[in-house]
T-cell receptor, first 116, second 111 residues
Framework: GAVVSQHPSWVICKSGTSVKIECRSL??????MFWYRQFPKQSLMLMAT?????????EQGVEKDKFLINHASLTLSTLTVTSAHPEDSSFYIC????????????FGPGTRLTVT | DAKTTQPPSMDCAEGRAANLPCNHS???????VYWYRQIHSQGPQYIIH???NNETNEMASLIITEDRKSSTLILPHATLRDTAVYYC????????????FGTGTRLTIIP
């Protein structure tokens, strides 16, 4: 099956710094990538949808200037949490989809961000 | 998106079939039923999806009622590794459509 990786798997950063999370589709081309956030004991919440080569579409309530998403190639999307604060501590998960082949979304293993 | 309703938790004995129900009474004609599961601290894993016919793959079977208002995911021989949160999701249509996750069912397989 399709494999999606994320890097790093976990990160600890200080309040006020920025953190970049990478999402890669390893064996297929991802025309669309999605970024989710999951707080403890809660479900996944979609943050934004990105299509390769175009600007991301953010869900209501998600600050686009704080969560910068870049989808510059068909195999890589990045999420940068700028000026991180403790309330940004969460589990960030990406998923990837190739519209030309399948409609399933394949998820990465997630990145646990802790802001101190 | 049509909403789904799932029981918050279920237990199943190891080796038995696990039957996870899902209600989606407002589903529309072009909406598919998708099932994903999430093992603790991992990303969700695709299991199966269907429109109106029953579907089976190497992981599970999906039974959709004739009126499409409910479905059941069946894990035929549950193992301890099947312990996870299972999400039933109705997706708007083909294409570039987002998945909206509800609260899911926490399935615990008991030895």
């Amino acid at each position: 099956g399709a494999v999606v990786s994320q890097h790093p798997s976990w990160v600890i950063c200080k309040s006020g710094t920025s953190v970049k999370i990478e999402c890669r589709s390893l064996d297929f081309q991802a025309t669309t990538m999605f970024w989710y956030r999951q707080f403890p004991k809660q479900s996944l919440m979609l943050m934004a949808t990105s299509n390769e080569g175009s600007k991301a579409t953010y869900e209501q309530g998600v600050e686009k200037d704080k969560f910068l998403i870049n989808h510059a190639s068909l195999t890589l999307s990045t999420l940068t949490v700028t000026s991180a604060h403790p309330e940004d501590s969460s589990f960030y998960i990406c998923s990837a989809q190739n519209l030309g082949v399948t409609y399933e979304q394949y998820f990465g293993p997630g990145t646990r961000l802790t802001v101190t | 998106d049509a909403k789904t309703t799932q029981p918050p938790s279920m237990d199943c004995a190891e080796g038995r079939a696990a039957n996870l129900p899902c209600n989606h009474s407002t589903i529309s004609g072009n909406e598919y039923v998708y099932w994903y599961r999430q093992i603790h601290s991992q990303g969700p894993q695709y299991i199966i999806h269907g429109l109106k016919n029953n579907e089976t793959n190497e992981m599970a079977s999906l039974i959709i009622t004739e009126d499409r208002k409910s479905s059941t995911l069946i894990l035929p021989h549950a193992t301890l590794r099947d312990t996870a949160v299972y999400y039933c999701i109705v997706r708007e249509s083909f294409g570039n459509e987002k998945l909206t996750f509800g609260t899911g069912t926490r399935l615990t397989i008991i030895p």
